[in-house]
């Protein structure tokens, strides 16, 4: 008996210890705790971890970190926990969720990722995760859903994306989702599936900012026909746009299809007198409601005022006023509609006559003097003689900016125009800009590089006056590392002159020094010639003696310059030489024949 007691003693505190060290092993800063369904990692401590911890137990069947503030669910980050069932990661700082974050998790069931600042989901990453039965997004910032978004969550049964900020949804999203395709079958019906089978399908969309135009026409439909076991946990979705639906029911609206913009104009031809205020009017129609802009040929205008009303659930009423009209007003206007299936447009014509010309010229205090060119007129005459104060704010290499200040009497009603043409063009070849009233700066781009420009600003009607212009020159679009290359070869080919001017010069004067020391030399030897030929005409050994005498005295003298290294026995002087040798040894041949010829007759 006492054996028995012994042994039953043993295995209890076997089991104590094993349960006691497997509850030992947990996070600092988290507890532990176990049931019937396994082991738990609650973590609830504010800032506790500034990612997912890497060394969760493995053995962990439920896991809850929030408040800890973590911005990122990183690849793989509980591949050590493959058991894992439920996850809870609600209140942190969550913005990206890695694609392969859920990899290895293929008995997950709940995740849970309530209160973060996810503004999408990589909605493939469920393809790791396919018994996921519940998935809770809301209080995030997420502003799409895509087409197939569901694809890959083929058992879910609650989805709650209420408070986040979606505006539109297709109806496709849940028409691909395997699970809405099985309850409702192809054509959209309920199965005949039993009840007892079927499971119940929650989803909640309510507080978001749904914007109840024509897109979201089919996901309206959607929505007003769930039943059973499709329910929605708040039916009353609200619409939040546009202004003419704004807290309307989604079962209040009557949404129709969307159609591309139509625009048409009350007058396609405005004629208006010289100085009147004008306004151009045109009817946009299309849904969604489109973007409506006015342009008015190639000119660039600005300080016109706009304004825009919506008369119907589709259509825009825009106007345009253009005041205290002038000449230069007149030409075609085009009012432009577009939304996302296509864009359309009207002109309008408007004409400005010319006022008649006075017979006699009127002073500055009767009025403006008339112009010489009705498509240039000259501005009021209380401001004729504005002095603009111009300066340049900013020049780049194919731009320049520039601000003006100019005293008006009336600057609420004055308009500018902006003159910008090549330095020394005619003043017909400068580009016209008209500037509003209040606007008293203006930027021009697409200039060409290291080129000048005359930018004038003159009162809107008048011409460039001289003391309103500035002459600019653009900047050289070549590169620092180009202007470093082209300053390296230019001090190569510097220094290759400055090392050729010396060894020219002395090879120059070498070539002068050796053509005088071979003159000299002979001439030398042709005296010393004639010397040694003149001594043997006095007899025959003299004669003799000389000759010898005169070959010595050039070999003595051709030998000293050769150790003095300027003679050159190629020269053109030594065969001069020669020659002249040869023609005094015959002379002196014929000289002794005919002197022993003498005395032979003598005789």
Known sequence: MDIFRNLLFLVLLSLDSCVCGSLAQCLTGCSCVADRNGRSLICMEESAFGAIPGNIPADMVKIRIEKSHFTEVPKGALLTVPHLENLWLNFNDITLINSKALEGLRNLTELR??????????WTAFE???ALKILDLKHNQLDVLPEHALKHLPGLTYLDLSFNR??????????NWPLYRKLRGASGRETSSSSATTPTVVLALHDNPWLCDCRLTGFVAFTQSLGPPILLMNSYLTCSGPDVRAGKFFHETALEGCAQPVVTTPSARVTAPLGANVTLQCLARGRPPPTV?????LKVIRGFRESQELIDNDIIRASLVIPALHPVDRGVYTCSALNFLGNASVSIALEVPHPPRPSTTTTAADGPEPPRDPKVPRPPSEDQNVYIDIRIARQTVRGISIEWQAALRRPAETWFTVHLGPSGGPPDAMQAVHVGPGVRAYAASGLAPATGYDICVALRGG???????LAFVTGSDVTEKEQREKLIHIVVIVLAMVLAVPVGMYAC???????CPVAGVASAWRSRLQRGGGGGLGGGDGGGGGHERGRQGTFDSLQAASEEGLVNRESSEDQNRKLRRRSDDRELKDKQEDSSRLPAELY
Not at 113 to 122: A, H, I, T, Y
């Open 128 to 130: 790791d995760t396919p």
């Open 293 to 297: 802009r006015w342009t008015y040929g």
């Open 509 to 515: 004067t070498t070539d002068a020094k050796l053509a």
């Open 166 to 175: 979606l505006t539109v949804i297709s109806r496709e999203v849940f028409l």
């Open 113 to 122: 990722l309530q209160g973060n600042k996810l503004r999408s989901v990589p």
């Open 463 to 469: 011409g460039p006056r001289s003391g309103q212009c």
